[in-house]
């Protein structure tokens, strides 16, 4: 929700803190976290008018008025409101304003969100309601133009496509903050026009570049890849990535997400090697609901970090002032001082980082973890709903995977997927043959994964083999979040199940949904492009959580496997993945036959 400037809030703020005029709020007898000095100061007062601080320092009496609420801190820490420098709402399965609603409890007031997801289903018309959306809540969230839709031409078709125009035109909306992330960095290094167009279009607009170098090799690549423009990157997951792309004047994000589990080792460049960690930055990417309503938002993050060893206030820094100073922005957000936003939480300790009350702007929306304000629903139009198309009613045979002539045995290409981790690993499986047809080896953990067409109605599905689910019962897992090109994803030991799961999504419009020899398990409804619910946080956590159950009833034993499930199509993280052109090898980015 629009603030007004701090120029235009000056006049104001200089007579509240000289005493002049009566301020709005005083928050009085804190400990002030400065994230600016590194210092904890106690007995503090914070005065703040037109949702800015006019004033902090040990006495705040000068501006209190007959007007003024008063709220006493009782000794607890004022802690800038959390950041998260790099997430995907839709991660989420909920809405911008269901997400918002889940996280203001948990201290967040600014997010910096990549709206690819929609990107790839709607285009532009997608990314514009959420920006729209974004724009009316009442915490600063600010949006990435997509880089990368889809996120590797020649690799795959997603439901839209962006030009350089078209972020253009979206860097002059009001509420975006740069380019997302740019997944592209082969394109980069090889000086692609429209990768760097879009990288000129936003360093001449003055907005940051978002990074994504998904490689392990820190060769020449990296280093073109790094002269291309982009500001930071999250997608390291070792010591070494880190310091790798902090030396070369990059941030280093490091995440902590639903299944991403990139802190422990990364922080090592910090805590271990003593780099200096205000390029630093703690971020998330990829949060699902059951993780924002169970175990938190960036506190979760702040928390894991010093478990990890930091000081509090270097965890603080890095999901506050580090992410502000990466969108240019520190003289709005990401600290308490005079002139920015009256962002701010309370907590009695700072290492276990309860939230027991939350400000944005000068309003008061959180108490004692739970929302208080009144935030209005969102409504999404019908455009952006029903768009799943199949073409057709799938049958068991449309998941057939054909053996070369003569063949009793066949060696495949195998997805294998790795725990808590984005990468996966490039196997091969060998296979009987049964009348002509590869059968599938679920005792050794070896089952099927199918692409299913889903934005233009072709009724194309394309077959492949995955390896780690640990499924071994007649069963299918469908999904039609399936980053990025969000078609449909169907895993399964049983074609029947995978059918009818594929069918199911086609029939609500899309979503999640869990089959067992014929029966359906659990459904996770996502009616706004396939992605996202129109439900509250609560009620999508409740629907994943018998979702994850279901899975596992089928056998299923990985960490967080639906979320493993979205990523197996997204052909810009190694080593090898599934797309609507084939199978591709991420490390040399090209399609591959099946059989080896």
Not at 225 to 241: C, F, I, L, S
Not at 361 to 373: C, H, K, R, S, W
Request: hydrophobic letters at 45%.
């Amino acid at each position: 929700m629009p603030v007004a400037t701090w120029a235009q809030c000056a006049p104001k703020l200089i007579d509240v803190a000289m005493g002049r005029s009566a301020a709005d709020t005083v928050i009085r007898n804190g400990k002030w976290v400065n994230v600016y000095s590194g210092e904890i100061i106690p007995a503090t007062d914070i005065a703040i008018v037109a949702g800015r601080i006019a004033f902090v320092g040990p006495n705040a009496a000068h501006a209190i008025g007959d007007t003024t609420d008063v709220i006493d801190a009782n000794g607890r820490y004022m802690v800038p409101g959390l950041c998260d420098g790099h997430m995907h709402v839709e991660s989420g399965m909920v809405t911008v304003t269901e997400f918002a609603r889940a996280v203001i409890p948990h201290g967040t007031t600014s997010m910096f969100i990549d709206p690819h997801e929609i990107a790839n289903v709607l285009g532009l018309e997608g990314v514009r309601l959420m920006h729209d959306e974004a724009a009316s809540l009442p915490i600063h969230v600010q949006v990435q133009v997509p880089s990368c839709v889809p996120s590797a031409p020649g690799l795959e078709n997603a439901g839209a496509e962006f030009t350089v125009e078209d972020v253009v035109e979206a860097l002059t909306w009001s509420n975006t903050c740069g380019l997302g992330e740019m997944m592209n960095f082969p394109g980069v290094a090889m000086n692609d026009p429209k990768m760097l167009g879009e990288i000129a279009a936003t360093q001449n607009a003055g907005k940051t570049v978002g990074g994504h170098f998904a490689s392990p090799e820190l060769g020449l690549m990296f280093h073109g890849y790094v002269a291309g423009g982009p500001a930071d990157d999250h997608e390291g997951t070792r010591k070494e990535d880190a310091i790798a792309r902090v030396r070369q004047g990059m941030r280093s994000m490091l995440r902590l997400g639903s299944a991403w589990f990139d802190v422990a080792a990364q922080i090592k460049a910090v805590t271990e090697d003593g780099l200096d960690p205000r390029n630093f930055i703690l971020c998330t990417d990829d949060s699902h609901s059951g993780t924002l309503v169970q175990d938190g938002h960036m506190n979760r993050v702040v928390r894991h970090a010093i478990a990890q060893g930091l000081k509090p206030i270097t965890a603080i820094q890095m999901a506050t002032l580090n992410t502000a100073q990466n969108f240019n922005m520190e003289r709005e957000i990401g600290s308490i001082a005079p002139g920015r936003r009256a962002d701010i939480f309370l907590t009695s300790d700072l290492v276990e980082l309860p939230v027991e009350w939350v400000m944005a702007a000068g309003d008061v929306l959180a108490e004692n973890g739970a929302l208080i304000a009144d935030i209005e629903k969102a409504s999404y139009p019908d455009f952006a709903k029903n768009t799943v198309k199949l073409g057709k009613q799938l049958s068991a045979a449309d998941f057939d995977i054909h053996a070369p002539d003569g063949h009793k045995e066949v060696r495949v290409r195998t997805l294998g997927v790795i725990e808590n981790q984005a990468p996966t690993k490039a196997l091969e499986s060998v296979l009987a043959v049964k009348d002509g047809l590869v059968q599938m080896d679920a005792r050794n953990d070896v089952c099927q994964i199918a692409l299913v067409e889903r934005h233009r109605g072709t009724g194309a599905v394309i077959n492949g083999y995955v390896s780690g689910f640990g499924y071994d019962k007649p069963c299918a897992v469908a999904s039609t979040v399936a980053h990025d090109s969000h078609h449909m994803i169907t895993i399964g030991t049983s074609k029947s199940d995978m059918a009818l799961a594929s069918n199911h999504l086609g029939k609500i419009g899309g979503g999640i949904t869990v089959f067992l020899q014929g029966r359906e398990l659990a459904t996770v409804e996502l009616s706004i492009a396939g992605l996202m619910s129109e439900e509250r946080a609560e009620i999508v956590a409740e629907k994943a959580a018998k979702m994850v159950l279901a899975m596992a009833e089928c056998g299923c034993k990985l960490n967080n496997a639906y979320m493993q499930h979205s990523l197996l199509a997204l052909v810009v993280i190694p080593e090898i993945r599934i797309s609507d052109l084939g199978i591709i090898d991420v490390t040399k980015f090209e399609k591959v036959d099946l059989f080896v």
